[in-house]
């Protein structure tokens, strides 16, 4: 059986897919019509129904809970993973850095223009929860997220993946990290993206798409080097350094599988959006049972 199947081309993803898409483990008779495409792309494709097989961000799957369901597989969810908020003037980052409620403070967010790696992704979400009052956005592609703050095209920055390891050498600072600001909430790790297969599959077939995926990242898990070159083909300019601290950020017991402290993890974003009316509410499960 052949399937569509679309992930990102950032190290994370290659690294968790190379071995299924490439036929070094056994695939139990599925193949597979691979395209990569960034996150909000991703996203955006799933709300249409286009792909068997996607990633998309936790924040997006709320919008597509009804036509797929999340896999225990290939999730990347963790401590210390979470999307930065950065900025280029030192003073912004002293004014926001801790966050209060004065009447100045209010004012200067709202004055304040945001660039963000998409409307739908979880890093936009968790801005939403730390700092409400940041409504004047602008989505971008989060690569070049880095380069309109040093042109001061935008005032902060909402920056993820590899530029977390990157915006110091570019005399940029951090205002916050917004996975610290879930965890110190939530006592949980941040659900950032993960697998989801379309709810027309039958359920032998969804499953096995699970139990592959698995087996992918297992397998990455035991020969961390044997996909080094695919993952460099995708990587554009990133060093291999940063491209295995990368893997080492986002790849993890949980992309093996969810768990019950992944499954709580995502049920916790999506009460605490529902309690907010930011996600529409669903009746639908959202895990593969």
């Not at 030192?90 to 209010?106: F, G, N, R």
């Not at 499953?207 to 554009?236: M, T, W």
């Amino acid at each position: 059986m052949k399937l569509t199947l679309g992930f990102s081309p950032c190290p994370n993803d290659t690294f968790i897919f190379d071995a299924l898409i490439h036929h070094k483990i056994d695939t139990e008779g599925l193949d597979f019509d691979v395209c990569y495409e960034d996150v909000e792309t991703l996203n955006h494709r799933a709300f249409n129904g286009e792909l068997d097989i996607t990633k998309l961000s936790y924040h997006a799957y709320a919008y597509a809970v009804e036509n797929y369901v999340l896999l225990n597989a290939g999730s990347a969810l963790g401590f210390g993973v979470g999307p930065l908020l950065i900025c280029k003037r030192p003073e912004l980052m002293k004014q926001l850095s801790a966050i209060s409620h004065s009447a100045v403070d209010l004012s200067l967010q709202s004055n304040l223009t945001v660039g963000i790696p998409g409307k739908y992704t979880t890093a936009n979400f968790l801005l939403g929860l730390a700092f409400p009052n940041l409504i004047k956005k602008q989505e971008m592609v989060f690569s070049g997220i880095e380069q309109a703050l040093l042109d001061e095209r935008i005032d902060l920055g909402l920056i993820i993946h590899e530029n977390r390891f990157t915006f110091h050498d570019k005399g940029l600072h951090k205002i916050m990290d917004l996975g610290d600001y879930w965890e110190h909430a939530t006592g949980a790790p941040i659900p950032l993206g993960g697998i989801v297969a379309r709810r027309q599959l039958s359920e032998k077939t969804v499953k096995q798409i699970d139990r592959v995926i698995r087996k992918s990242v297992e397998y990455a898990f035991a020969h961390p080097k044997s996909g080094l070159d695919f993952i460099r083909s995708h990587a554009q300019e990133m060093s291999e350094d940063i491209m295995y601290k990368h893997i080492e950020l986002y790849v993890n017991r949980f992309s093996i599988s969810l768990g019950d402290e992944g499954k709580t993890a995502i049920r916790t974003l999506f009460h605490k959006a529902w309690e907010l009316a930011l996600i529409p509410q669903t009746t639908k499960d959202l895990f593969l049972s």
